[in-house]
């Protein structure tokens, strides 16, 4: 069973930038994706990466200011976030999907990170 470990969340200042890192334990999925969930929302679709492919996807909050990615030799995936906005904090959540190519509905991932807090102060 793939395990996900997150690492680099962390507070920032508004219009400054965090890359995010995803480690799976093995890869034995299709795509992996980043959700966030602020609190007293629901959680948010971000972005997702087909692994063998590399086709991207992005939700429309951080299409041209994120970018996800990933070094198949690591089976690490990254999230690369640049001109932040203190509407995008929350926690952030690496997902993987063994069956879907490039899913954005969390329905679709059947393995979760623990989550990593991304704070965004204006």
């Known amino acids: 069973q793939v395990q996900l470990v997150e690492s680099g969340g962390g507070s920032v200042q508004a219009g400054g930038s965090l890359r995010l890192s995803c480690a799976a334990s093995?890869?034995?999925?299709?795509?992996m994706g980043w959700f966030r969930q602020a609190p007293g929302k629901e959680r948010e679709f971000v972005a997702a990466i087909n692994w063998s492919g590399g086709s991207t996807l992005y939700g429309d909050s951080v299409k041209g200011r994120f970018t996800i990615s990933r070094d198949n030799a690591k089976n690490t995936m990254y999230l690369q976030m640049n001109s932040l906005r203190p509407e995008d904090t929350a926690a952030y959540y690496c997902?993987?999907?063994?069956?879907?190519?490039?899913?954005?509905?969390?329905?679709?991932?059947?393995?979760w990170g623990q989550g990593t807090q991304v704070t965004v102060a204006s």
């Open positions: 997902a993987a999907s063994t069956y879907y190519l490039l899913p954005s509905s969390q329905r679709k991932y059947d393995r």
């Open positions: 093995e890869r034995t999925f299709s795509a």
